[in-house]
């Protein structure tokens, strides 16, 4: 998956960026970045197929899949959206918006919300449209829909919620003083009675009946000489267990939030592009040449490293079981132990980079490539 990133602000803000992207993406997948090495062999495999595929018609965006009540629910660039059965990938409906996307999707398992590239928040019922309404706002981050309401993050940070019945607008919220943001999958999810909002490299438990701020926490304390060096937005999916979420603040830091209490459990300066897993117990995230830390969670101390997938454009893992699944630029599902990071497993795909982090229902692992190719498989 390229590491390439676009960054939005003003208008002097969008000249720097676009440099920074090219500078980015060279460091990253260019000609200078070293090939990674072959890989090793399994020593010690364990069992593990793909149980089903379906297709879509390629994913050009941040792609984030909604799990909920044994189905996902999956979104193409060109606005089709479609809700699978995990177990064996039957399709409980498909739907089209009309319009290319800019993110993936939400859904709390009725409803499913979707962005356009022109700023227009859809939403589906059950895969019938229900309302459409103009956000006037770029949007990277696949909408939340929980309680009845869907809260969409804007790419300069701003956050509205709406009824998810009728679309009328409940409030919105901004931050401003940020010159430039990341425009890529950021983070908006459900804890309890919170809504954990990213802003920059804190993250804030908001009140999701008006928007108020219940507490705020710094993740990272970005350093450098200029504003890109400083860019440390929180890069979603946040993952969580139990009372504690864990989340990547761009070329940063990856550190872990007691969101009950709104307190920061610990964070460790680490530089990496792709959001972390977490299961309770480990913390598992890879850093900007792919080399994999795993940290303790109860205090962040380095459990295992391993530097086998450098340089092999990862995407961000999913922790299942005693396992550690990572897609990379090529296709394949890499599954690796959670005690000692070793290889356990390798299942190649269609060819073209997994393009998120793979998602879990019960025993099903779902990925998704750039192609729209998704694959269901269960390691054992």
């Not at 089209?96 to 919300?113: I, Q, T």
């Not at 792919?290 to 092999?312: F, M, P, S």
């Not at 795909?349 to 779902?366: K, R």
Request: some cysteine; proline content about 5%; hydrophobic content about 45%.
């Amino acid at each position: 998956m390229s590491a390439a990133r676009f960054l939005r602000g003003g208008l002097a803000g969008r000249i720097v960026a676009a440099g920074l992207v090219g500078l980015v993406a060279a460091c990253a997948s260019g000609p200078d970045r070293p090939k990674p090495g072959p890989l090793e062999p399994i020593t010690a495999p364990i069992a593990g197929r793909v149980v089903w595929q379906q297709k879509l018609e390629g994913v050009q965006f941040p792609l984030a899949v909604a799990v909920n009540g044994g189905v996902f629910t999956v979104a193409a660039t060109d606005g089709t959206v479609v809700a699978l059965q995990a177990d064996s990938g039957r399709e409980v409906w498909r739907a089209s918006v009309g319009k290319r996307l800019s993110a993936g999707v939400g859904s709390d398992g009725r409803y499913a919300a979707v962005v356009t590239r022109d700023g227009e928040l859809v939403v589906l019922d059950a895969g019938r449209p229900l309302w459409r309404k103009p956000l006037g706002v770029r949007v990277d981050t696949a909408p939340l829909v929980a309680g009845e309401r869907v809260f969409v993050l804007g790419s300069e940070r701003s956050v509205r919620a709406f009824d998810a019945l009728d679309g009328r607008l409940l409030w919105t919220v901004r931050r401003t003083g940020d010159p430039l943001t990341l425009s890529e999958g950021g983070v908006v999810a459900a804890f309890k009675n919170t809504l954990l909002v990213g802003q920059g490299p804190r993250l804030a438990g908001l009140d999701p009946d008006n928007g108020a701020v219940r507490w705020d926490v710094a993740v990272a304390q970005p350093r450098g000489t200029n504003e890109i060096e400083r860019l440390a937005d929180l890069v979603g999916p946040i993952a969580r267990t139990g009372d504690v979420v864990c989340a990547r603040a761009f070329q940063s830091a990856v550190g872990c939030v007691n969101a009950e209490r709104g307190s920061l459990s610990w964070s460790r300066n680490i530089g990496g592009l792709q959001a972390v897993g977490f299961d309770g117990t480990t913390v598992v995230g890879a850093d900007a040449s792919d080399r994999i830390t795993a940290w303790k969670a109860g205090g962040g101390e380095i459990a295992w490293t391993n530097e086998k997938l450098a340089y092999r454009s990862l995407s961000a893992p999913v922790l299942v079981g005693s396992t550690v699944v990572f897609g990379d630029g090529e296709g394949t599902v890499h599954v690796l132990s959670r005690d000692n990071g070793a290889t356990q497993l390798r299942l190649p795909t269609d060819g073209s980079p997994i393009v998120a982090a793979p998602v879990v229902s019960g025993t099903t692992v779902l990925v998704v490539t750039r192609k729209g190719g998704l694959f269901a498989l269960r390691p054992q």
